[in-house]
């Protein structure tokens, strides 16, 4: 069985311009990938081309299925998507926003999953809260809450779901930053797989499997977090120079900001 999120020679015109030049991407199921890569490389749009929500060239596979193929609640039930930014105009609770999340997913979801996705982000006792009054950081994690609980079982009939994440930690302090990619690694352990979007390249280093390192609409470099996230890669594609260490024992890599500073003149 095919147990893949696959994109093949995926081409995206917005307006008048291409904005992906055939981008090829494969998540395995079991493991966290990472697209990272600058403002305007494509990440959000790639995302969306898979997710079937933006006109494509190309095609893309879930679990080996075509997904154009595919109705809108056949990829519900299979993969869960978090997008970049959600605006919620309506004064709804955070559990209705949450509930929302389980009428999307399989029908014979537990009732129970929204206020256990509530607690595994940290917001156990949020249920009752208005969804407008919470902080940025809160309400990014009621959606991830959403999110999670649309796919809550990673495997079903032994076929792995997905949840598809646009930078799911961009407004969140650190210790919520770890909750985050911990849920999301122990997503992948149970056999689920994970395609976020991340611009924090520490975090990627020490959570993600598989770095796809997206550079002008292209992918620049794939692979292991230690093959794709070297000086060379970095300076390519940010143009900034920051010097990638490793950590012992692992070889994971880090950048470390105090590097640059040093190489920075720094007046007064
Ligand atoms: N509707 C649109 N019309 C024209 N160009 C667009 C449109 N939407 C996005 N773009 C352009 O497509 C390119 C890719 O945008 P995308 O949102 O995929 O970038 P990104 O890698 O997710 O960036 P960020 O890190 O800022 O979220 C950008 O240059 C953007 O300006
Ligand atoms: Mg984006």
């Known amino acids: 069985m095919i147990t893949t999120l696959e994109a093949r020679n995926i081409r995206v015109k917005l307006g008048r311009k291409e904005v992906l030049h055939g981008v090829d991407l494969t998540a395995n199921s079991g493991k966290v990938t990472a697209i990272v890569g600058p403002n305007g490389s494509g990440k959000t749009t790639l995302l969306r081309a898979m997710t079937g929500e933006v006109p494509h060239q190309g095609e893309v596979s879930i679990n080996g299925a075509d997904v154009a193929q595919l109705q809108p609640w ?8 978090q997008p970049q930014s959600s605006s919620i105009a309506f004064p709804f609770t955070v559990l209705e926003i949450v509930r929302l999340g389980l009428s999307a997913g399989l029908s014979a979801a537990d009732s129970s999953v929204p206020l256990k996705a509530l607690a595994t982000v940290g917001l156990a006792g949020f249920a009752g ?11 990014q994690r009621v959606q991830l809450a959403r999110v999670i609980t649309q796919v809550w079982e990673p495997i079903v009939e032994e076929t792995p779901r997905w949840l598809i994440l646009d930078e799911p930690v961009a407004s969140l302090d650190i210790g919520h930053q770890f909750t985050v990619m911990d849920l999301t690694r122990s997503y992948a352990a149970r056999g689920g797989g994970v395609v976020a979007v991340m611009h924090d390249l520490n975090l990627t280093a020490m959570f993600a499997d598989q770095v796809v390192l997206m550079e002008a609409g292209k992918v620049a470099k794939t692979g292991a977090p230690a093959e794709v996230l070297t000086d060379e890669a970095l300076a390519r594609t940010y143009g900034c120079a920051v010097p990638v260490n490793t950590t012992p024992p692992l070889g994971i890599p880090f950048l470390l900001p105090q590097a640059r500073r040093d190489m920075t003149p720094h007046s007064g």
């Open 129 to 139: 809260r208005m969804y407008l009054d919470l902080s940025g950081g809160e309400q």
């Open 74 to 81: 056949q990829l519900a039930a299979v993969r869960a998507v």
